[in-house]
């Protein structure tokens, strides 16, 4: 049985087992999901079933101001207006490339760039409001100078609720 709770206070999902006396637990790590269940012949956990491990799909796959693509070579690449922290310093196609800002941060003359098909942030550390459009939280963001992105919470049907980070 699984359960998805989304309201002002938590994002949650949890997964609890119908049939008795079997024993499962399903664990998230920064490498994806594990579901095991336990197997009373041999006395330990078995995994049953794991999510892929695809190069982006790991949580902070990239170090801060980049974004990760697989199909590129490194395939951690730095955000637009930000550059190699070291330009002298190559890349290779396992390492992860540190970025910089390449001009000082102007809070009041600074604009966001739109990036399309990236993945929301931990929500640990978001503030999301549902009454608002997408219009109204880039207007709260660009006032905040802590803010560093937003996006909408439900992108279908011309998206709508705010989150921002």
């Known amino acids: 049985f699984y359960n998805f709770t989304e309201n002002k206070d938590e994002v949650a999902f949890t997964y609890r087992v119908t049939t008795p006396n079997i024993y499962s ?27 892929s491990k695809a190069d982006c799909d790991a949580y902070g796959s990239c170090l801060p101001y980049s974004y990760c693509d697989p199909n590129t070579s490194p395939k951690c690449n730095c955000f637009k207006g930000f550059g190699p922290r070291n330009p002298k310093q190559v890349a290779s ?6 970025c910089a800002r390449k001009t000082q941060l102007n809070c009041s003359g600074d604009v966001f760039v739109q990036m399309r098909n990236m993945k929301l942030p931990d929500t640990t550390w978001v503030i999301v409001d549902k009454r608002i459009g997408l219009k109204e939280c880039e207007d709260r963001c660009v006032k905040n100078c802590n803010c ?6 439900n992108i279908h049907n011309g998206g709508s609720g705010c989150v921002m980070w």
Do not use: C, I
């Open 93 to 98: 196609a396992d390492e992860f490339r540190e």
């Open 25 to 51: 637990r399903l664990t998230m790590t920064s490498e994806g999901l594990q579901l095991f269940t336990w197997n009373p012949t041999t006395v330990e956990w078995d995994m049953y079933w794991a999510t």
């Open 148 to 153: 560093t992105g937003y996006a909408n919470t």
